[in-house]
Every structure is written in C-alpha cells, then in structure tokens.
C-alpha cells in the first residue's frame, strides 16, 4: 500500500506462514526443480560418457589396425594353411577365401554378411587377413664371408658376386606366425582355455625354406595352458589361480587336444612354467590334466627355463634340444616338390610358458634351427659336418626376435623380453635394462590401455562364438 496517496484506507491483514508451512514449500519447490533439470543433466552426462568412451574405443581399432604390422594377406597365397595342410587340400579349384584354415581368418566376422550372400560376384570382395607375422629372406651359404665390410671391400672382383649362385648355394627362408581369432584378447584379459576348447594366445608358426623347385616345411604351435586359470588385479605380477576344479575342467581340456590331434595328429608338449614359486599351481594342474587325458599321441615334457638358464645362460636351451632331438628327427617335415608330396610332418611341438611369448620363442627359434640345418644338409646346400655360417645365422636369430617381438605386441602390448638372446645368442646386461623397461611398459599397457583394446577386439570374438 503507498502510504502518501492511500490515507484513511485500512491496510489488510498480514498474511503470515508459520515456519513450518515456509519449510515445506521451499523443500517442495526445490524438489520440483531438480525433478526437472535431473533427468537432462542426467542425460547429458550419460551422453557424454558415451561419447568418450566410444572415442577411446575407436582410437583403439584405429591403433590396432593402422599402428602395426600385424595384418598380413595375399591375393594368390593361402596364408591361413601350412605347406602340408595345402598339399592335402582336396579344395584346390574353389576361391581363396573358401578354402582358408577358419582359425586364422581373422577378419572373418567384418565379411560375414558377404560371405552369407553366397553370391559368385560377392568373392571377389572376400579377402582373408591373418593376424601375426611374415619375414621372407634370401641367405647364402658362404662359408668364407666373414663380414659385409669384406664383401663390399673395392678389391673384390665384381664378377664374383654374379657367379655367387655357382659357388655359394643359395636358398629363401619364410616365416609365417598365424593367430587365431578364438580366444583373441590381451594378456592379462584372457588366459587358459574357454568352453568351447580354445585358448588364449594360440598361435600356429611354420618356418619353411624354398631350393629351387623344393620346399620344406616346419610347424610348430603355442598356446595357453589349457586348464581355467587367470591372473586377477592390478600387482605388478598378480599371482596365477585356478578358476574350475579338475573334473570340470577336464572336459574341456579333452575337447582342446581332441581339436588338436584331429588336425595335428600327434603332440610333444613342452611346458616351460616353473616348476618351482607361484607357477608350479599351473604346471601341475596341466601335468595332471594330461595324465588324466591318458592319449599315447601327447607326450609330455616339462624343462624349467628359469632354473636351467639361471644367471643369464640362455644358451643351456641346448640341453632342451640335445635331450629331444630323437623326437625331432622322428618328427621330420613337410617336403613337396613339382612333383607332390616327398615326406610330411609326424605331429608338432606345441610350446608354452606362462605368457607363451619370451620364453616360448627362445625354444621355438632353438628347434626350427636344428630342423632347418637338417633340412639343408638334406638338399646338399650344407656340408654334412658344419654348422649354418655366422652370416646366415644372425638373419635367422634376426627373424625369430622379430617374429616374438610381434606376437608380444599383439598381447601384450610390447616387444618380447629376452630378445636379444634371440637376436644375439648372447644375454647382456644392456638387454636385461632393456627387459626392465618393457616390463614396466607391460604393466602400464594392462592397467590402464588393455580394458578398451579388449572390448575392441573381444566384441568381434564373441560375435564369432555367437
């Protein structure tokens, strides 16, 4: 009421609110207005959670297809197959893509709805990419070089080099390390066996040399220990344990080597876990599950790599290879020529560790190299009684370190620890520092990076398992 111009006019009763009234009407309209604006900031922060996370995921895909060298095809080689497993093939006539091995066709769940069109012109879009490794190199044997200083010395005669062929054989070395996309996943995202009998890791590796008109081939496999095992929380090295007892694992272990034998035949088993500390519980369950499988085509042999190389003595792998090497000439090779099949391969090594990635590849390199010089002093391109020349031996040791540092990378987010054994024959304390530094990085990979990369990668498996 204006005092000035409203005299004599009664001024109205006060209205008054007792405090009880205002308390519940400001409480009700502060709930009013959240109940309002809730659901929108609600809303817009799921949105925006959504948006990063789908960024990260993305960056991941991206990374893991555009940042390595880890996919591989051909357009008139059938990368997914071994040289034997060709040479059997009774698919010869029908396109690349249908005659591919299924475990290593890695994009195969990207080009489903190409390959369920069954359409003839829909072939020609189907390409199969394997996952892991592929070096092709040209060695010669040259038992007189000493260095390529020497070679490209100015008082080297220049028709000597083109006559090479004629005094110094010369022959390809490939190898081809194929992942299998069951069970794909990062190191510490995926261990042991799933229930559909597939493991973590596995990874087919054939070595093969190529002398004119022959080819010769060696196969060997790595992969998880086959029992339901993990490795759970965020300690630098979390301590392994059993998930399943082993009667229920025991189907599943039977239903892995049935798989393996059906396409291998045979298996020498070699488990390079401790034997000692906290992977002894994994080494026994994989030994125990083998006695009960009780199959004359598994033989199995343990050799504890930390304790027998203990001190950096790598090369006491040599013990390994001396106390099998009956198993190995027993096993022999694939060998086709122009004319077919010569001699194939009697049942593979499948090798393991814990990781099936450092320790794996020193004894895998160590017995692909006593198979290939005995292939090469088959084919008359070594002398009987020698060793393979130090040239042709460091491209080879060369090959294999870059074929375990991939595999690492694909699992574990690094390149391979002990690499320079593998590279040099030799272990030095630059390698062990070296070691360290790649140790650390794992640990960071699988704390803060392997959560995205295996949703990236387990969304595609799983999809295949469905």
Known sequence: MCKKHHFGINKPEKITQSPDDSKFLLKTLTQIKSNVSAPNKKKGKENKE?????????????????DSDSFYYSKTYDLTNSVQRQSRSETTGLPLWKRVDDRFFWNKHMLQDLIELQDEHGGFWILPIIQGFVQIEELVVNYTESSD?????????????????????????????????????????????????????????EQFIHVHNHTLSF??????VPVFWSQAGYRYNPRPRLDKGEVE?????????????????????????????????IGDAYMKQVLMFNSPNLTYVTFDFHEHCRGMKFENVQTLTDAISDIIMDMKWCWVDQAGVICKQDGIFRVNCMDCLDRTNVVQAAIARVVMEQQLKKLGVMPPEQLLPMKCYRVYQLMWAN????????????????????????????????????????????????AYRQAVIGEGADSCAR
């Open 50 to 66: 959504k948006e990063k996370l789908e960024r990260r995921l993305l960056e991941e895909l991206f990374k893991m297809f555009m």
């Open 149 to 205: 200083e020497e070679k490209s010395s100015p008082e080297t005669p220049p028709q000597e080099a083109a006559c090479v062929d004629d005094v110094h054989p010369r022959f390809l070395v490939a190898l081809i390390s194929r992942r299998s996309r069951h069970r794909a996943g990062m190191r510490y995202k995926r261990r042991g066996v799933d229930k559909n009998g597939n493991v973590a890791n596995y990874v087919e590796t």
């Open 219 to 224: 196969v060997q496999t790595r992969g998880s």
């Open 249 to 281: 694992t025991n189907l599943y272990f039977c239903l892995h080597f049935n798989m393996e034998l059906e396409i291998y035949k045979k298996q020498v088993l070699l488990n390079l876990v401790d034997q000692t500390g906290r992977e002894k519980i």
């Open 403 to 450: 074929n375990g540092d991939a595999i690492s990378r694909q699992y574990a987010g690094t390149a391979a620890l002990k690499g320079d054994f593998t590279r040099t024959g030799e272990r030095k304390l630059a390698g062990v520092m070296k070691d360290g530094v790649n140790s650390a990085n794992r640990y960071y990979i699988n704390r803060f990076r392997d």
